[in-house]
């Protein structure tokens, strides 16, 4: 049973940066794929960015390409998204999640272990 907690979330003003830290315990984190989705109020939970098991192969939502880098690092358990260039529509609870299998993916169901959320906003 894998168990992840996210850190790194808070108040921010536009332009500004973010470092959002992911904890596995459990599992074998290094046999996984990672993810990073975010949900603001009233809409659905969209992809981020996700890294395959050996941080060889990236992915990232058109949204936030170029601002955003994942990163992980298996010694520690440990996946990272930073954060640059934040813009008020980046505001949203940011979620860690496992997939299923080592091969990265962007949708919801190809995830499943998710961390309980830590809040970004981002003041204009």
């Known amino acids: 049973q894998v168990t992840l907690v996210e850190s790194g979330g808070g108040p921010v003003q536009a332009g500004g940066s973010l470092r959002l830290s992911c904890a596995a315990s459990?599992?074998?984190?290094?046999?996984?794929?990672m993810g990073w989705f975010r949900q603001a109020p009233g809409k659905e939970r969209e992809f981020v960015a996700a890294i395959s098991r050996r941080g060889y192969t990236t992915d990232y939502a058109d949204s936030v390409k170029g601002r955003f880098t994942i990163s992980r690092d298996n010694a520690k358990n440990r996946v990272y998204l930073q954060m640059n260039s934040l813009k008020p529509e980046d505001t949203a609870v940011y979620y860690c999640a496992r997939a299923r299998l080592s091969y990265i993916g962007r949708s919801v169901p190809e995830y499943d272990a998710w961390g309980q959320g830590t809040q970004v906003s981002v003041s204009s």
């Open positions: 459990g599992g074998t984190f290094s046999s996984y794929a």
